[in-house]
C-alpha cells in the first residue's frame, strides 16, 4: 500500500495544510485549529494515512525551532520601547496572574507535581495575537493599548520560555539515566510520571548552560552573523540558509544544557534581529519557508497524538473550560490594573485585553514539550485545543466589538528608516558612500534599503546594471537590499508612484550639489520630486566618507520650518550612531536641540546658517545636512558664499513631505499626515 510511504504522506500532509486553513475559516475558527483536526483526521486515532512518527514529526520538530525564531527575529524593538513602562507592567502581570492561578488550581485540583503545573501555567500566561487583524482593520494599531498588548506579549511569551528553561532543564539534571521509570527526588516534584527527558545526558550544568546560551545567540552569533553578511554571504540564498543555521546553533547550544531547543532558537531570533529588517526579502524568505511548510506541520503533528473520542470526553471538557477561564480572568485583572494604572478608557482596556486571550502555537509548543516529558497527559493537550478553540473565538468576537468603540488615533506612519528608497544615479556621488548614507539611517529602524533606477524606455539593460552594482555595494555592507527598476513617463512620476507602491518611509535621492543659480533657472527633478512626495525627502550629494555631521537647523519661527529641522538633527543623530561619529549643530536656538542629541557626541554653536563662523569651522571629511528653507532663506551673497564653502563637501538637505525643494523655496504649511521620525516634539 502507498500509505506510509514517504511520498503519500507528504501529499497527505500538503492537503492539510492547504485545505485545512481554509475550511477552518468558513467556519469562523483560526486556520490553525483547521491544521490540529485534520493531523487528528489522517492520523492514526481515524484513517490513518499519517502516522504519529517519521517525517511529519520531523518536520514537525523543525516547525517548533523555526516557530519560536521568527518570533524572536520579528520582535519590535522600536515599538517595545516607546510603550515599555506600559508594556513591561501590563507583561509581568497578565504573565503571573494567569500563572499563579493556573499553579494553584493544577496542584489542589489535578494529579500533577510543580514541575507539571509550572508548564501548564506558563502555558495560559503566554498569548498570541491571534486576532491582531481586526485592529489593523479598525486602524487602532497606533493606540496605546493595542502597542502596550502587541510588546506585552512578547514579555509575557519570554517569562513562560523561561519556566519552560528551568522546568525542562531541572527535569534533566534531576534524573539518571538509565532504563525503566525514574525516582528519587524528581518524582517528588513532578508526581508519579514516566519521565523521558528529550536530552538525558546534558553536557553544562544549568547555571553553566543558561548563561553560555545567553551569550552565544545575544553577543556571539550577531557579530558572525554580521561578519558574514559583509564578507562572504551576499546573495539571499546564502543569507537564508545562514540564518537557518544559526537558528540551529542557538538550538544545539541549548541542548548542551538539557534546555529545550526551542528556547535556543528564539534566542537565537533575537540575536540576529536587527541584521533582519522586518518588511526585507530576507524576513520574507524566512515567514514563507516557516509559514508553508515547518510551522503547519509542527500543527498537524499535534493532531497526530489526539483521539477525537477524548474531545467530548466530560474530563477533557471541563479541563479545557478550566483552561479558558484561567487565560480569561487572568488577562482581564491584569488588563484592568494597568489600565487604572496609565488612565486608560474601559474600552481600550476591553480592546487590550481581549487581544491578549487568543492561545495557539507557542501554547501548543509548551504542552507538546510536557507531553513528551512525561509531565502531564495526553488529556492536557487534548483540553489545550479545546481552550485554544475557545479562547480563539473570544479574542475574535471581544476585539471586534471593543474595536468598534475605540476612537481611531490621528494618521501616523513609521520611522523614517522603515524602508528608505534610494536612487543610484551618481550625479558625482561616491556609489558606496551613497550606500552608507541610506543604510546608516536605515539600520537605526532595522529597515530596508530599496535601490531604484528609473527609464522611460523598454531598455531596462543599462539601469538594471547600475541598480544591480548599487545592490552588491550595499549587501557588502551587511544590509538587506531589494533593488527594482521602473519603466515610467518621467523620473520624477515614476519616483513619486515607487514611493506609494513600495510604502516608503524615506527617499534619498542623488544630488549635484548646490547650484543655486542654475537650479533656479532651468529647474530639476529634485523640487518636481520634492513637491509630489507623500514622505520626508533627501537631497544627497556624497563624495566621500565622513567623519563628523554638521546640521544647521536654519529658521524655526514656523511650524513647518520647525519640523524640518527636527527631522534633520533626527538624521543627523543616527548617521552619528551608526558611525559612532560627533554632531556639530548650529542653530539660531538652542531649544530646539533639547534632548534630540543626547545619546551621541555633541556640539553647539548657536548662530545663524551661513555665517562665516560657523563656515570656518568646516572640515573636508564632514558631511553637512540641513533642511531645505536653511539655504533657500539665505540671501543671495549669503548664498553665494555658502555655495563656495559647500562646494567639495559632502551635503544633504532634507524636508518633510511635500516640502523638499532646491531652487525656489518652500513657503507652503505642512500637511496633516506626515512620516513621524520617531522622536519627540521639541520643546
Known sequence: MLVGTVEATFLVLLVVIVFGPILAERVRVPGIVGLIFGGMLFGPFVLGWLPSTGLVAELGAIGILMLMFIAGVSFDTRAFLAHRRMAITYGLLGFFIPFLLSITVVLFTFEAGLLGAALIGAMWASNTLVAYPEVQTAGLQGNRGVSAAVSAGVVADLLSLTVLAVATATTVIESEPFEGRFGGTLVDLAGDRVIEPSNPDPTLPIWLALPALAGFCLWLLPRVTEWFFVRVGRSRMQRFVFSLAGMSAGATVALLGGVEGLIGAFLAGLGINRLVPAKGPLMERLEFVGASIFVPAFLVSIGLNIDPSVLV???????????????????????????????????????????????????????????????????????????????????????????????????????????????VRSHGSDVRSLATLAGTIARADDGLVVPYGITETHDVGSVQAVVDHAVDTISGQGLDVDGTVRVDESFAEGTVNLVRENDASLVVLSWRGPRFTSDYLFGNDIDGIGEHCPVPTAAARVVRPWNRVVVATGRTDAEWRQEDAVLALEVARRLARGGDLGVLAVVSESGIVEGMLDDVESEVLVSEAGSRDSLDMLRPNDLVLAPAHALLDLTPRVGWRVNKALDDLNVVVVAGPHRLSVSHGVTRQPLAASVSTGTRTPR
Not at 471541563?318 to 488588563?335: E, H, M, N, P
Not at 489600565?339 to 502555537?361: C, H, I, N, Y
Not at 510536557?370 to 483540553?383: H, K, R
Not at 474595536?403 to 520611522?415: F, H, L, T
Open 313 to 423: 470526553d466530560r474530563d477533557t471538557l471541563v479541563i479545557g473550560a478550566t483552561f479558558t477561564a484561567f487565560v480569561v480572568v487572568g488577562k482581564s485583572v491584569a488588563a484592568i490594573v494597568t489600565g487604572r494604572l496609565f488612565d486608560l478608557s474601559r474600552d481600550e482596556v476591553g480592546l487590550m485585553a481581549s487581544l491578549s486571550f487568543g492561545q495557539a502555537a507557542s501554547t501548543l509548543a509548551i504542552a507538546q514539550v510536557g507531553l513528551s516529558l512525561g509531565m502531564f497527559d495526553q488529556i492536557v493537550v487534548n483540553a489545550a485545543v479545546i481552550a485554544i478553540v475557545a479562547t480563539a473565538l473570544i479574542t475574535s468576537y471581544g476585539t471586534r466589538a471593543f474595536a468598534r468603540r475605540v476612537p481611531r488615533p490621528d494618521a501616523e506612519g513609521g520611522p523614517i528608516g522603515a524602508r528608505v528608497l534610494l536612487d
